[in-house]
């Protein structure tokens, strides 16, 4: 399928939001849906809903379907030109046999969690038999709750012949036991050049005095956190509380300064088209976007300290019926035609890279294919850090104590 065989709805940035898995991050942290999920799971230490202690015994009871249930976001998988098909879900539906019911209901990690936690804490099915779900505190909640099935490797044998090794046993899930990513996206910065006169190359331009009053901050404390440390040469994925005390502070100092305009949502984007921004902590997906509207001056640079990549994963969620469907489905994404039809429409980073000549060559899509922010090298990956994956809801809140005042303030 080309792109110009997409619905007029095509700015996926504004209608699944490129940037919605770094935003609804944020806006968990710092509304009440943090207080909604400490009620749900009884607080720090909630109940452990496992109910399983043999998975290789569940799998090997498990009875062959010939349908599942899959949840994902909204226009996050390919569609005909009228909306109505997924060429990717028919061409599997008639390879296999199983047909799948696909549900756009996930708006944002929070509310959706919020919906099916309860569920799972009581150990009954969600009605979903596979889920996409952001490399957040939700997802790290499901995780140690026990509230997700392991993935039986044997089954999906391509995503070790196909994965990206950005993807392969990332900080919030060693080893792919619960998780397979769906899609990817980098954190760095963009910028105008004819308004800063000058390349972009490092995480010091968001402090640089001559960008005061121009410089866009991310009102996701995970981001924002996340730069900072990388700014001081510390990985997030290996920070300490002390390490995030000493990112704050140069925060405080770059805020008190007068550099930050202000501490954005996705509006970001808005900001840098029409020059209230001239450099922003920004997402790639959006300038792909943004280039792709015609604002060809904006570029995307991964600054020599690193880039921050964050995954959508999909998984089981414990009381699935149709699990062994899902591993089929799992299994047939994990291909280069497959991952390449939907990465044609989606234009995220592709957990395979194999898709990309299948892109070029068989949809003949050169725009997508060549795009370095849907198919990046291996040395902008190679400086693509992991976010911090929080052990406890301690932890949790004591990077929020942390960071939110910066941005609340």
């Known amino acids: 399928m080309s792109k110009t065989s997409k ?106 969690y919020a919906q099916i936690a309860p569920v799972l804490k009581a150990h009954q099915a969600t009605g979903y038999d596979m889920i996409v779900m952001t490399n957040h ?15 039986w490797k044997e089954k999906v044998p391509n995503f070790a012949k196909y994965a990206s090794s950005s993807v392969v046993s990332p900080a919030y899930d060693p080893g792919n036991k619960y998780t397979m990513t769906w899609q990817s996206g980098l954190t760095g910065i963009a910028y105008n050049p004819k308004l800063t006169k000058r390349e972009i190359t490092s995480l010091d331009d968001l402090w640089d005095p001559a960008f005061a009053g121009h ?30 005390q000493s990112a704050a502070a140069i925060l405080r100092d770059q805020k008190e300064k007068g550099l930050v305009r202000q501490y954005y949502d996705q509006s970001y984007i808005n900001a840098l088209e029409n020059g209230d921004l001239w450099i922003t902590q920004a997402w790639s997906g959006d300038i792909y976007q943004a280039n792709e509207k015609g604002f060809k001056d904006l570029k995307f640079v991964v600054p020599k300290e ?61 725009a997508v294919a060549d795009s370095p922010l849907v198919f990046p090298s291996a040395a902008v990956l190679d400086k693509a850090h992991d976010f911090y994956a929080f052990k406890s809801y301690a932890e949790f809140q004591r990077w929020n104590g942390i960071f939110n005042p910066i941005i609340q303030a």
Request: hydrophobic residues 45%; proline residues 7%; charged residues 20%.
């Open 7 to 112: 619905p007029d709805e095509k700015s996926i940035a504004f209608l699944r939001g490129l940037t919605e898995p770094r935003i609804s991050r944020g806006d968990f942290m710092r509304g009440a849906a943090a207080t909604l999920a400490a009620m749900i799971l009884g607080g720090p230490g909630g109940a452990d809903a496992a109910t399983v202690t043999d998975w290789d015994a569940w799998w090997a009871a498990q009875k062959p379907t010939d349908k599942f249930v899959f949840a994902n976001w909204p226009l996050y998988i390919d569609v005909t030109s009228t909306g109505s098909d997924h060429p990717s879900l028919d061409a599997f539906t008639k390879e296999t046999g199983i047909k799948v019911t696909y549900k756009e209901v996930i708006q944002n990690n929070a509310p959706f």
């Open 137 to 151: 505190w939700e997802l790290t909640e499901l995780i140690l709750q026990k509230w997700l099935v392991p993935i």
């Open 215 to 244: 410089v866009g901050m991310m009102n996701d404390n995970t981001e924002l956190g996340s730069a900072a440390l990388l700014k001081l040469g510390i990985k997030p994925v290996s920070s300490t509380p002390a390490d995030w």
């Open 306 to 366: 690193g880039v921050m990549i964050w995954h959508d994963n999909m998984c089981i969620p414990i009381g699935a019926t149709n699990a062994l469907s899902a591993l089929a489905w799992m299994n047939y994404y994990y291909t280069p035609k497959t991952a390449g039809i939907i990465e044609d429409y989606v234009n995220y980073i592709c957990p395979v890279p194999d898709a990309k000549a299948y892109i070029a060559d068989v949809i003949k899509d050169a």
